[in-house]
Nanobody
Framework: QVQLVESGGGLVQPGGSLRLSCAAS????????VAWYRQSPGKTRDLVAS???????NYVDSVKGRFTISRDNAKNTVYLQMNSLKLEDTAVYFC????????????WGQGTQVTVSS
């Protein structure tokens, strides 16, 4: 069973940077899609960025040019480098993974809080 552990959240001023990490265990990580989602109070959980096992990336328009998703398969870890943070980036950030082949096992992490405030 896949297990994910996120880390790296915290409090940062507008314009600052944070790097989130998502460490996976119990899966064939190199052949898994991994994505970061975020959720603010009273709002839906929305996709922020994703990366395939082959390294193809995708970003929501609001973070393009500011966030970078990357992976280190040797460490079973995916990163989200967040630069030029804005107040509206404040949310709980969740890591999600899904195998890219049957049985498409999927899992969510527990989330890490990112707060952007002056």
């Amino acid at each position: 069973q896949v297990q994910l552990v996120e880390s790296g959240g915290g409090l940062v001023q507008p314009g600052g940077s944070l790097r989130l990490s998502c460490a996976a265990s119990g899966s064939i990580f190199s052949r898994s899609l991994v994505a970061w989602y975020r959720q603010s109070p009273g709002k839906t959980r929305d996709l922020v960025a994703s990366i395939t096992g082959g390294g193809n990336t995708n970003y929501v328009d609001s973070v393009k040019g500011r966030f970078t998703i990357s992976r280190d398969n040797a460490k079973n870890t995916v990163y989200l480098q967040m630069n030029s943070l804005k107040l509206e980036d404040t949310a709980v950030y969740f890591c999600y993974t899904r195998l890219e082949y049957w049985p498409y096992d999927a899992a969510w992490g527990q989330g890490t809080q990112v707060t952007v405030s002056s």
